[in-house]
Every structure is written in structure tokens, then in C-alpha cells.
């Protein structure tokens, strides 16, 4: 059998595809997204931070969006959110929320609530798309302390080149801070914890709530804010205690990318850790005051010192979990 002699041309061709191709080859995009908290346990009542980078190709991203979503130990979704990394971009969104408006259960304006009472949002949405569209729409609240109160969601198709108005109640918390309260309301593919991307930055309103407790928000520790996105928020006295999931999505230039942690929450003044802050706690705080033996246990401040400092934080925080 005799084989054709292939000519040297033929070698040239392909010693020249492989200089133009394989460079490319070695340059596809990557995108990452980073995901921390400052601290991996939090107690009731303290400032939660979290921060991140998204990068492309090492570069830092300053035009896109992360989503982001906490989750309570029972699997609640404490908070929603879409963060923007320094600057919020503009191009024309495939679903965009149009606004949120704060009102009653027929649609009315209403500006205040009653905590132990529901509230109601019209949010206008916006299909550009020239197709139809599956839209999560997720609505989120932080009371006066800026304590995220849950999310209320409400998940439909939308049809291409519409604009529709959806009504969405959420239950205002006893135990929410009475003054101004901050709605925001954002539009995903999927919830964050299952890969769902944000399909255009939040929209927010403010509201009124009534009838609640009176609590200040904590002070913001700037140095605290870092990463080219960050959320800070407060855990509230109704906030169970365990493990919460931190999930957090982007999609950038046709790339996804996702991200999970966790942090921990306990009470401060739980000397036993059973959860609750009653006599129990008291008796053991006692039996380790000064002279008695020292217990880190009893510190609830870290001092080093058992003192009515000490004392003084159980009783913040006397009757949690009862």
C-alpha cells in the first residue's frame, strides 16, 4: 500500500493555526465571586458584615450586580438582596423593576403599618425581553434598626414586552422597631441558594411602622465595610439561634459564578447554652461572681473580669428564647 506524500504547504497551515488559535485557547474568561463575613459568630442584637469581591480575570468588576441571600436555621430566608460592586450599572435589563409602592390589601397608597399587622406592596415589573420570562419577585424589610424582618415573594411568568403590576403582603413582626422602615424589592431568575441570578438592580420605598418596640440601629464600624459589595444589618431579638447559609450569585458578561458561607449566632447572657437567658443563667452567674472561681462562660463581654458588666448584659437580653 502506497502512501500519498503529503506536501510541506499542509505543515505550514497547521503550525499556523496553532499560533492563532492556541493562545486563545489559554484566555478564556473566569469570574469569580468572593463571600465572607467579618467574624464567623454573631450575638443577638449585633451589626452582621458582609463583604466580597467579583472579579473577571483578577480585575475587580465595578459595573455589576451579586445577589445575595441569608437563611435562617429553620431554612427561612432572613434577607434578599441585590448588591451593586461601587456603581450601579445602566443597560437595558431583560426584567426590570419598575418601583415599589407601600399600600393597602386593595391597592391603595398607605405609608404606615401596625406591627402584628400585614403590609402590602404594588411592584411594577418590566418584561424587554423579546420572549417570555419566569420572574421571581422578592420583597424584603428592614425596620428603624435596620434589622431584616424576612423576605415575601411571589413567582410568575411574564409575557414578552409587558409590564404588569403584582401585590405582595408581608407580615409586619411584634417585635419589629417602631420609626422608618426601608422596602426593597428586587426581580431574579431562581432564589440565590438555588443558582438564581438578579435580573437588574433593587428598588426601594420607605414606610412607617407602629406598635412595636423601640430599638436603635448600632453604629456602623466603616472600617468593618469592605470588598467592592457589602451588606450590613442588625440580628434582631427574634432571630433563632444556630447556623445561617450566606449564598451569592453573579452573572457577568454571559458568566456565572456562585459563592456559599455561614456564620453563627448565640445570645449573649446564656451562661448554660441552652438557648434561653433566665434564672438558670442567673444561679450560675453567681456561683462563678467574684471571689468564686472565674468562668469565661459568665464573661459575656471578654473582659477577663466577672463584674456587673457582666450583670448587666444578662439582664439585656433577660427572658431570650422563654
Known amino acids: ?180 422602615a426601608t422596602v426593597y424589592a428586587n426581580a431574579y431568575s431562581d432564589r440565590p441558594r438555588m443558582g438564581g441570578k438578579p435580573y437588574c438592580p433593587e428598588k426601594s420605598n420607605t414606610l412607617q411602622i407602629t406598635g412595636g418596640i423601640t430599638a436603635s440601629p448600632n453604629p456602623i464600624q466603616q472600617e468593618l465595610i469592605k470588598g467592592n459589595y457589602n451588606m450590613t444589618f442588625k440580628l434582631s431579638m427574634e432571630r433563632q439561634l444556630g447556623t445561617y447559609n450566606v449564598y451569592a450569585t453573579a452573572i457577568y458578561q454571559g458568566l456565572p459564578a456562585l459563592n456559599i458561607t455561614t456564620f453563627q449566632i448565640n445570645v449573649l447572657g446564656d451562661a448554660n447554652g441552652d438557648g434561653v437567658v433566665d434564672g438558670k443563667d442567673a444561679g450560675i452567674l453567681g456561683l462563678h461572681w467574684p471571689p468564686q472561681p472565674y468562668d469565661p462562660q459568665c464573661d459575656f463581654n471578654s473582659d477577663g473580669v466577672i463584674d456587673g458588666k457582666d450583670a448587666g448584659i444578662m439582664g439585656a437580653n433577660w427572658g431570650y428564647g422563654t
Open 1 to 180: 500500500m502506497l502512501l500519498k506524500k503529503i506536501p510541506p504547504l499542509f505543515y505550514v497551515l497547521i503550525l499556523i493555526a496553532e499560533i492563532i488559535l492556541l493562545p486563545h485557547a489559554h484566555t478564556l474568561s473566569s469570574l469569580e465571586l468572593t463571600l465572607t463575613t467579618h467574624k464567623p459568630t454573631y450575638y443577638i442584637g449585633e451589626n452582621v458584615y458582609i463583604y466580597g469581591n467579583l472579579t473577571l480575570d483578577g480585575n475587580l468588576v465595578t459595573d455589576g450586580l451579586v445577589g445575595l441571600e441569608v437563611d435562617t436555621p429553620i431554612d427561612s430566608r432572613l434577607l434578599i438582596r441585590t448588591l451593586t460592586t461601587n456603581t450601579t450599572p445602566t443597560e437595558n435589563w431583560l426584567i426590570e423593576v419598575l418601583n415599589v409602592v407601600p399600600c393597602d390589601q386593595d391597592g391603595k397608597p398607605k405609608n404606615t403599618f401596625a406591627a402584628g399587622t400585614f403590609a402590602h406592596f404594588n411592584v411594577t415589573v418590566k418584561n424587554n425581553d423579546i420572549e417570555l420570562r419566569q420572574v421571581l419577585i422578592t420583597i424584603n424589610i428592614y425596620d428603624y434598626s435596620r434589622a431584616p424582618l424576612g423576605v415575601s415573594s411571589y413567582e410568575f411568568p411574564i409575557k414578552e414586552n409587558t409590564t404588569e403590576l403584582v401585590r405582595i403582603s408581608f407580615p409586619i413582626s411584634t417585635k419589629s422597631a417602631n420609626g422608618l
